[in-house]
């Protein structure tokens, strides 16, 4: 396939070829020709750019999958810009040791676009045979309580960072102190009881521990879905890595009267000013990376009181296009967006051959027009979860996504029969020496 005149993140136009699963070479525009046989696609005034690696997704398979399965939450990802997903451990069971690995991997082979499987920490984990399967990183480890019940004390963490660095496994880090809760918040049965509960400065102490931990042992962690300024900071200070999930970044304790139990998720909301400054550092390079922390749960679930609502929003389909708007109007630069969401997930967990539009790399591709937007619409979505955080927010979704090379969604025509892989195996890696660090055409520019 030939891509004609697409306009890529940097802003210059470029004619992209595909050849089998990989880009197989990027020119300036008008300058390719397209070979006998060869199918075209005409980009004129659209973007396109790498696909999405959202290293922070819960596909609810095994245990929960009137929620989500790993067939409607990659065929949402595919309709959202997203390549790429990482399941984490939270499941049922709990993916703590290589037999749960294998059971979800079962699972995994119904998705559409590729995909990671995170092992997780809890007492009594086989870090063993955990290790010995084809894992996407170590996390995330729930420093306190979240849904799954899988929070973790500190020395079970260092052995946790030990035995993941012997291993060679990045480990990502759920960061809240459970002691600094504001239990005085739970005589509130309004819907920011949640947000004054599990406060800021839980997460900040949290954050910095962590980090402590991690710099005695030697090793780098990776903080998730970080709500505050000061946690970004204290990471960014620390050298670690850290995302920030779109519902932190464009949502506030001042949507809560309107979401409800819909805005509870761990963790919580901020308030507007701690908001703005986290999407402040989203847009200067503070922070490494966006990911969704999809976590879909029923409306019926979520339609109860503030302290029996489960925690979670979904977000995986809508990740891409908020970002997408969000750049159009200049609030985030379009180069930014393809660091936030592809070069630098890829950079930072070693995904070889991903996140780049570049000669040698996989042809994970989303093409999307800057002038076409539309308000988010939960009947729209293609997720199991019927619902979502971002109702009537103005977005820009693909006209149409690639992995290695199959147009696996295109609007208006629906998804394509394909299977994704996982990223880490050797067969979904291979030949990966030759083309890492290779920037082609396109550059990173972290």
Not at 30 to 58: F, N, Q, S
Not at 69 to 96: F, I, L, Y
Not at 143 to 158: H, I, P
Not at 411 to 418: I, K, N, S, T
């Amino acid at each position: 396939m030939l891509i004609r005149n697409a306009t890529l993140a940097d802003g210059r136009r470029r004619d992209v070829r595909v050849d089998g699963e990989r880009v197989g070479a990027v020119a300036a525009a008008g300058t390719l020709d397209a070979a006998a046989g060869e199918g075209t696609r005409d980009a004129t005034g659209k973007r396109l750019l790498p696909g999405m690696i959202d290293v922070h997704v819960h596909l609810r398979q095994p245990g929960f999958s009137h929620k989500e399965t790993w067939a409607t939450g990659t065929r949402s990802a595919a309709a959202g810009g997203v390549t790429t997903v990482v399941d984490q451990p939270n499941t049922d069971p709990p993916t703590v040791d290589g037999p749960a690995f294998d059971r979800k991997a079962e699972f995994a082979a119904d998705a559409l676009v590729d995909y990671g499987v995170n092992g997780g920490v809890v007492d009594g984990w086989e870090p063993a045979t955990l290790f010995d399967r084809p894992l996407f990183a170590l996390g995330e480890v729930f420093l306190a309580d979240s849904t799954g019940n899988m929070g973790v004390d500190t020395a079970l963490f260092s052995q946790a960072l030990d035995r993941a660095r012997t291993a060679g496994v990045p480990v990502t880090v759920h960061a809240e102190d459970a002691s600094l809760f504001n239990e005085s918040a739970r005589g509130r049965e309004d819907a920011d009881a949640w947000s004054a509960y599990r406060t800021a400065r839980a997460e900040v102490a949290a954050v910095e521990q962590a980090c402590q931990v991690a710099r005695e042992q030697g090793v780098a962690v990776h903080i998730a879905h970080a709500s505050t300024p000061e946690g970004i900071d204290a990471a960014h200070e620390a050298g670690m890595t850290v995302e920030v999930t779109p519902h932190h970044m464009f949502l506030s304790r001042g949507d809560l009267g309107e979401l409800g139990t819909d805005g509870r998720m761990n963790p919580p909301l901020r308030r507007e000013r701690r908001r703005q400054r986290v999407l402040d550092r989203v847009a200067d390079g503070t922070v490494d990376m966006v990911a969704t922390d999809h976590a879909p749960h029923t409306s019926a679930e979520k339609d109860a009181g503030v302290w029996e609502a489960p925690s979670g929003v979904p977000g995986v389909e809508t990740a891409l296009p908020l970002l997408l708007a969000a750049a159009r109007a200049d609030r985030v630069g379009y180069e930014r967006v393809r660091d936030l969401t592809a070069t630098n997930p890829a950079e930072v967990f070693g995904v070889e051959r991903k996140g780049r539009v570049a000669e040698g790399y996989d042809a994970d591709l989303v093409l999307a027009d800057p002038g076409t937007s539309t308000e988010v619409r939960a009947e729209a979505l293609h997720t199991r979860c019927d619902w979502t955080p971002f109702e009537g927010h103005d977005a820009i979704f693909p006209e149409w996504t690639m992995v290695r090379g199959t147009v696996v969604y295109e609007r208006g025509e629906g998804f394509a029969d394909h299977r994704g892989a996982n990223v880490r195996r050797p067969e979904a890696t291979d030949g990966g020496a030759e083309t890492r660090g290779r920037e082609g055409d396109e550059g990173a520019g972290r």
